[in-house]
C-alpha cells in the first residue's frame, strides 16, 4: 500500500493489517505511536535510556497484542499510553528518588540559538519541578498539559474517574507553580 | 478545550508548559525503531509459524460399529469365539452326526419312552409342514 494511502488509515485498520502479517503496518504504527509514548516515558522517568526501553516494552505488547485487538473498543493511542504509564510507575516504584541533577534534557536534535537556549532552560526547569511530584499528580499533568489528551481519555489511561483526573491535575500545577514560582525571573518570566 | 484552560493561566505555568512541548522530541531514535521493527517482525513470524502449524483435529464420538456393539454386549471378543466355535460345531452335527450318536439316541428313547419308542419316534414330526398346522390349529 503506497504511503500517503496508508498513512490516512486509522490506528485500529494498521493494527489489523498487523496482525494479517503487513510490515508496512508496523511502520506507520511505530512512526505514530511510538515518539509519543517515548515522551511520556522520559517526561515520567527522567531517564532516556529506561524511557527507550519502556517504549519498545510498550511497543511489543501492542504487537502481541494485536491478533486479539477488536476494533472499536478502545482507542490504541489510549491503550498504549495505559500500558506505557503502567511500565514507567513500576520503574519508578523500583528505583530511587529521583536525583534532578541527573534529569536529561528533552533532545530535539535542533541547533539551539538563544531563544531555543531560553525554551530549552524552562523545560529543563519543568521537568526538574515535575520530577517533584507524586507519580499520580506527574503522570496526570503530562498527560493533560504535555501530551493533550482529554480528561475522559487521561480518565481512561489512569484507570480512574474524570473528578479524580481533576483533582489530580489541579493539585499537580499548585505544587508544579509552587516549585517554579522562584525560577521565572531567571527564566524570563519575570514580568509574567 | 486544553488550550481554553490553559489561556486562563492563573498560576503562570502556560509558558512552561510551551516549553516542555516544543522541546520535546516528534520522533524515535532510529536504533529504537530498529528494535521496535524487530519485535514487530518476530512477533508477526511467530504468529505465521503458529497459524500455518497443522492443528490436531478433535477426537470426534463416532458411534461403534454392529460387530463391536455385539461383541460389548455378549462379554467381549472371547466370548464371541466361544459363541461362533459352539454355532459351528452345532451345525457340524446337524449336518453329519457321528456314528455312535444314533445308537446312543436309541438307547436314550427306549430308556425314557419303554418299548414302543421306535413307534412313537417313527411317528414325530420334528418340522410338520405348514399345512398341518394350518388344518390343525
Known sequence: MPYDAISAVSDDALLVMFANGDGE????????????????????????????????????????????????????????????????TDRLRRKRPVDIASVPEMPDGRAAPEDDLLDADRARALQDALAQLPERQRQAVILRHLEGLSNPEIAEVMDIGVEAVESLTARGKRALAAALSGRREELGYGHG | MVMAENSKDVDGL????????????????????????????????????????????????????????????????????????????????????????????????????????????????????????????
Open chain 1, 25 to 88: 503496518a508496523a511502520r506507520m504504527l511505530t512512526l505514530r505511536l511510538a515518539p509519543r509514548v517515548l515522551r511520556l516515558a522520559t517526561r515520567m522517568l527522567g531517564d532516556a535510556a529506561e524511557a527507550e526501553d519502556v517504549t519498545q516494552e510498550a511497543m511489543l505488547r501492542l504487537w502481541r497484542i494485536a491478533a486479539d485487538w477488536r476494533p472499536g473498543e478502545a482507542q490504541v493511542g489510549t491503550w498504549l499510553y495505559r500500558v506505557a504509564s503502567n511500565l514507567c
Open chain 2, 14 to 137: 502556560e509558558a512552561f508548559f510551551a516549553a516542555g512541548r516544543a522541546q520535546a522530541p516528534a520522533t524515535v531514535p532510529d536504533a529504537l525503531m530498529a528494535r521496535i521493527l524487530a519485535d514487530a517482525t518476530g512477533v508477526q513470524a511467530a504468529t505465521t509459524q503458529a497459524a500455518a502449524r497443522p492443528v490436531a483435529r478433535p477426537a470426534t464420538a463416532r458411534r461403534p460399529g454392529l460387530w463391536r456393539r455385539l461383541s460389548e454386549t455378549l462379554g467381549g471378543r472371547g466370548a464371541l469365539a466361544g459363541l461362533l466355535s459352539a454355532t459351528l460345531a452345532g451345525l457340524w452335527l446337524g449336518f453329519s452326526p457321528p456314528d455312535q450318536i444314533a445308537p446312543l439316541t436309541r438307547t436314550v428313547s427306549q430308556t425314557v419312552l419303554g418299548d414302543n419308542a421306535a413307534t412313537m419316534l417313527d411317528g414325530l414330526d420334528l418340522i410338520p409342514a405348514i399345512d398341518t398346522v394350518l388344518t390343525q390349529g
